[in-house]
Every structure is written in structure tokens, then in C-alpha cells.
């Protein structure tokens, strides 16, 4: 079974928890053991485990805006160099913390919810926004 989980971010660089939505979808396909597999679909987003608490989320979006520069002269905002969309962002930083964090994740299934601790969240990271963005969700395993 597949779905698509669509959304409108807000902002520039943000964390968006995804756990509710994941677990009441879990909980509607009846699967009880298995695995989750869920893949942004873009190029300037990323998937990560980790707490969804409101001032550590506001840390984050600080932190990557520290750590990559976007007025950096990055070679891939040289927009006149390259064939685009009128519309098109200079958003090579976008991309170069993306690669950091990556576009995927798997998770176990285990009775039936997630196999995340106490205080880890499934969160999209929005590196570009804000955006329509959708991530691919597969669940595979045994309904009991």
C-alpha cells in the first residue's frame, strides 16, 4: 500500500512533524508488523527523526541557515548560466543541506505504530519554502 502525503510550508527553512499523520494512516491499513518507507519527493527537502519540539525546531532552521550560507557564490545560482524557469530560486544552499540530511527513511512497524522513542518525531525538513511539497509513503508488511 502507498500514499502521498502532501503540504503547503510556510517558510524558508522549517520542520514539519509528520508522526500523527503516519501513525493515523498506519492505523487505517490495519498493518501490525512491518516497515515504512517514506521518500521526500524534492530536491531541496529532507526526512529526519528527531524531537518536534517548537524552540529546538526554530534551533534547527538557525542552525542550517548558519551552516550553508545563501549568499554564498555557489556555482548553481549562476541562473543566466543555465537553462530555467523565469521563476526559477537561487537555492544552492537548498540543495547542499539537503544532501546532508538525506531524502529517506525507513521505520519499523511494530504493533501496529511506529518503532520511535519516547521523544522522536518523523519530521519533514523544508530547505526552500515555502512550497507545495508531497513525500511517498510505502507500507509493506502483515496485518493480523
Known amino acids: 500500500m502507498h500514499f502521498t502525503l502532501s503540504l503547503a510550508t510556510e517558510a524558508a ?3 514539519h512533524d509528520l508522526t500523527a499523520e503516519l501513525n493515523a494512516r498506519l492505523e487505517a491499513s490495519g498493518l501490525q508488523s512491518g516497515v ?3 521518500v521526500a519527493q524534492h530536491t531541496t527537502t529532507a526526512l529526519v527523526i528527531n524531537e518536534a519540539e517548537e524552540r529546538l525546531m526554530a534551533d534547527i532552521a538557525s542552525f542550517f ?3 550553508v ?3 554564498h557564490p555557489w ?3 549562476d541562473l543566466h548560466l543555465r537553462d530555467v524557469p523565469a521563476d526559477e530560486p537561487r537555492n544552492a544552499h537548498s540543495h ?3 544532501l546532508m540530511l538525506g531524502s529517506q527513511l525507513s521505520l519499523p512497524i511494530v504493533d501496529g505504530r511506529l ?3 519516547r521523544y522522536q518525531s518523523v519530521m519533514l525538513v523544508e530547505l526552500d519554502g515555502p512550497r507545495p511539497r508531497q513525500v511517498l509513503v510505502q507500507l ?3 496485518q493480523t
Do not use: E
Request: aromatic content about 0%; some cysteine.
Open 115 to 117: 518503532g520511535l522513542g
Open 69 to 71: 550560507r545563501a549568499d
Open 13 to 15: 527553512i522549517a520542520c
Open 36 to 38: 515504512l518507507v517514506a
Open 140 to 142: 509493506l508488511g502483515t
Open 96 to 98: 547542499l543541506i539537503a
Open 75 to 77: 556555482l548553481h545560482n
Open 65 to 67: 541557515s548558519s551552516l
